[in-house]
């Protein structure tokens, strides 16, 4: 439990640490870059489909210009303009064109200010400017002549810009001086459109929120929205001479319709960078009345709730990476951000709602390939951890074995069935003082190499040497259910490899090595064992001392005429009864104990 904490405590501290970097590089812009091409997608693609058939545009196109020759036209075009439209039985009229300063001829103004006199469904447009200076920022606005202003109300047109100069956003209201507020020539053409005033829509007190067919929704907190581009088409655009000369073919199209008058030629420059692409500002005009019109005004979750949940599936993920092989872990990862883009996407297409997207991606995949590499090296660091413990006591594919399931291996101890093998040099000592240091040594290594080859062979683990006597286990740190087969099938090749050595020793004049070997089954005790300074893993307990001493009575039961090399133990015998012809050689007291317990040698082994 503690452990689980712990690492629950480091991967929340390192969240944070990834948290902090990734604000710092949301300060830098790169983030809010790949944020917003996200919210482009959402927009575009995600976000419920806009119906565009209440608006109708009045376009100022190439055709127009070439049929109505000379650019500006006089403003008795609108004027006659919007009687057409009236005519066609249009609902409201917005201009999306400034009539900021007077004609050349007085008589021209006159005429649209006359016919702003008659249709009180038009409105104008005013426009915010703001001239910055490294001393100084100075704002002003451009309004309609006054003529024209006395006649029909105006609404601003301004967008606000994002950093790389696109358009996503829309605003209802700016503020024009410490009192005034104006409100956007797209909210002021809605309140026409449905026939209410502006303040059920929106209150001064209360900027933060937009009420629209008694559904209120939050702003940002610059008091914008985004505006929904999912359409698969623009609005119905019809060129301005066909309804100034009353040539439209279908002039029902108009009626009861919101229609927008503003110009797409490109020489005018009327144009935006929007997710949809660069777009027309008079389209751009009616995206956003149409976003409104429909409910479909897109917000964006607090960033604090957002940061919050982006925390929270970063810690879980820090988490699983943590405690879970990589490959789980890149699972989990990728079902989490896969999850979570689900969310993103329902809450985009079905709640008009934007969640932060991209930061929870990119500290998801931080996460998951920080505690991936963290979890990486830790493993590499295991491996050569075990192979510098086993490397030279247990042969290189039970090495590999323990590399590739490191979780069968306990090194702070445990109990395991296991059987214990012991051998010795029969009167090693006698024999060493008697002859050279350095022949022995030499003749010592040769045998022990045999007999180790041997061990690994039979997928025995090498405990250590005792000079010249052996003592190795099976069972650990492996577990094998015929660790007591396997350790009977090495003591016998072993004596037969004893038997090449010693025919080859006679051949080379040497010393003739004999030994003896003793072997018990049962519980014991093995792990990790020795001090602060140096440890080995080793195996303990009372059957360990049980097959020492088997190993030693190899010699009391040796006479003249039969010497006896390999002796087992009652619980080895009972599992390798099978494999084997033996010998009793009766009872003997088992040391700590009260009772008595048959012991064999072993005289044959079958071949199979």
């Given at each position: 439990?503690?452990a689980?904490r712990f690492s629950?405590?480091?991967a929340v501290l390192t ?8 604000y710092?590089a949301?300060?830098?812009n790169?983030v809010?870059q ?5 919210i ?8 419920t489909p806009?119906?565009?058939s ?5 376009d100022i196109?190439n055709s ?6 000379h650019w500006p ?5 609108y004027a ?5 439209l009236?005519?066609?039985g ?5 201009i999306d064109?400034?009539?900021d300063s ?5 008589k ?7 016919a702003?006199?008659?249709h009180?469904?038009?409105?104008l447009?005013s426009?915010?400017?703001v001239e ?6 100075l704002?002003s606005?451009k309004y309609?002549i006054?003529?024209?202003?006395n006649q029909a109300?105006s609404g601003f ?8 100069g696109?358009v ?5 209201l700016?503020?024009?001086g410490?009192v ?7 909210l002021?053409?809605l309140?026409?459109?449905q ?10 007190q ?6 629209i067919?008694?559904n209120t929704?939050s702003?940002l907190s610059?008091?914008s ?5 999912n359409?698969q088409?623009?609005?119905l655009h019809v060129?301005?001479y066909?309804?100034?000369e ?11 319709k919101?229609?927008?008058v503003?110009a797409?030629l490109q020489?005018?420059n009327?144009?935006f960078?929007t997710?949809?692409?660069i777009i027309?500002g008079?389209?751009l005009h009616?995206y956003?009345?149409?976003t ?6 897109v917000?964006?979750v607090?960033l604090?709730k957002s940061?919050l949940i ?9 988490f699983?990476?943590y405690?879970a092989?990589?490959?789980r872990s ?6 989490l951000?896969l999850?979570?883009?689900l969310i ?8 008009h709602v934007?969640?932060l997207w991209?930061p929870m991606?990119i500290?998801?995949?931080?996460s998951?390939?920080?505690f ?5 090296l830790?493993e590499?660091l295991e ?21 590739k399931?490191?979780?069968a291996l ?7 069935d296991?059987?214990?093998?012991f051998?010795d040099?029969?009167n090693?000592?006698a ?5 050279d240091?350095?022949?022995v ?9 045999a007999?180790?080859?041997?061990i690994?062979?039979?997928k025995?683990?090498?405990d250590?040497?005792?000079g010249?006597?052996i003592?190795?286990?099976?069972g650990?740190?492996?577990e094998?259910?015929?660790?007591a ?5 090495c003591a016998w090749?072993q004596l037969?490899i004893?038997?090449d050595l010693q025919?080859?020793?006679?051949s080379?004049n040497?010393i003739?090595?004999?030994i003896?070997i003793?072997?018990?089954?049962g519980?014991?005790?093995v792990g990790n064992?020795g001090?602060?300074?140096?440890k080995d893993?080793?195996?303990?307990g009372?059957?360990?001392n ?6 030693g009575?190899?010699r009391d039961?040796?006479t003249d005429?039969h ?5 087992i133990?009652?619980?080895t015998?009972?599992?390798v ?7 009793s050689?009766?009872?003997?007291a088992v040391?700590g104990?009260e009772t008595?317990s048959p012991?064999?040698?072993v005289?044959?082994?079958s071949s199979?």
């Open positions: 439990m503690k689980s629950l405590l480091k969240t944070c640490v990834i948290g902090f970097l990734l710092i949301y300060a830098f790169w809010i790949l944020e917003n091409k996200l482009d997608f959402r927009m575009t693609h995600i976000a806009l119906d565009l209440d608006i109708v545009i009045v196109d127009s210009i070439n049929n109505l020759n036209w006089p403003r008795r075009y006659r303009l919007v009687q057409q009236n005519d066609y249009a609902a409201v009229i917005g064109i400034l009539f007077d004609s050349l001829d007085p021209e103004d006159q005429h649209f200010a006359k702003l006199s008659i009180k469904n038009v409105l447009s426009q915010k400017f910055k200076n490294n001393n100084y920022s704002e606005w309609p006054k003529l024209l202003s109300d047109i301004n967008f606000p810009y994002e950093k790389n696109s996503r956003r829309a605003m209802p700016l503020d024009a410490k005034e507020v104006k409100h956007a020539l797209d002021k053409l309140a026409r459109f026939n209410q005033a502006l303040s059920s829509y929106h209150q001064k209360a900027r933060q929120h937009l009420s067919a008694n929704f702003l610059d008091a929205y985004y505006i929904n581009f359409a088409e623009h609005a060129p301005f066909l309804v100034l009353d040539r439209v073919p279908d002039p029902s199209v108009f009626k009861d919101i229609v927008l503003g797409t020489s005018l009327d144009y960078m997710p949809k692409g027309s008079v389209d009616a956003s009345i149409a409104l019109i429909q409910n479909k005004a917000t964006l607090p604090k940061v982006c925390l929270a599936l970063t810690v879980l993920i820090a699983v990476s405690n092989s990589i490959k890149f699972v989990w990862t990728l079902s951000l999850f979570y883009s993103v996407l329902t809450m985009m297409h079905f709640k934007l969640m991209a991606l500290l998801g995949g931080i998951f390939f920080t991936a590499l963290h979890r990486f830790k590499e491996k050569q951890h075990i192979q510098s413990i086993f490397k030279q006591y247990v042969s290189p594919e039970v090495v590999k074995t323990l590399i399931s490191p979780e306990k090194l702070g101890g445990q109990k395991r296991v059987t214990i093998f051998s040099i029969r090693f000592t024999i060493s003082e008697k002859h240091p350095e022949a040594v030499e003749q010592l290594n040769e045998y022990l190499n007999m180790t080859v041997c690994f062979k039979w025995g683990t090498l250590k040497y005792i010249d006597e003592m190795c286990v099976w650990a740190p492996i094998q259910d015929n660790h087969e396997l350790a009977l099938r090749d037969a004893l038997k025919q080859k020793w006679k080379e040497k003739i090595f004999d003896g003793g072997m018990n089954s519980p014991a005790i064992i001090s602060s300074v140096m893993y080793t195996v303990i009372d059957n360990v049980y097959a020492a001493r088997l190993e009575l190899t039961f040796s005429t010497t006896c090399r390999l002796i133990s009652e619980d015998y009972q599992r009864k099978h494999i084997c012809k033996v010998k050689l009766g009872e003997i040391k104990k008595v012991i064999y040698e005289l044959d082994l199979d």
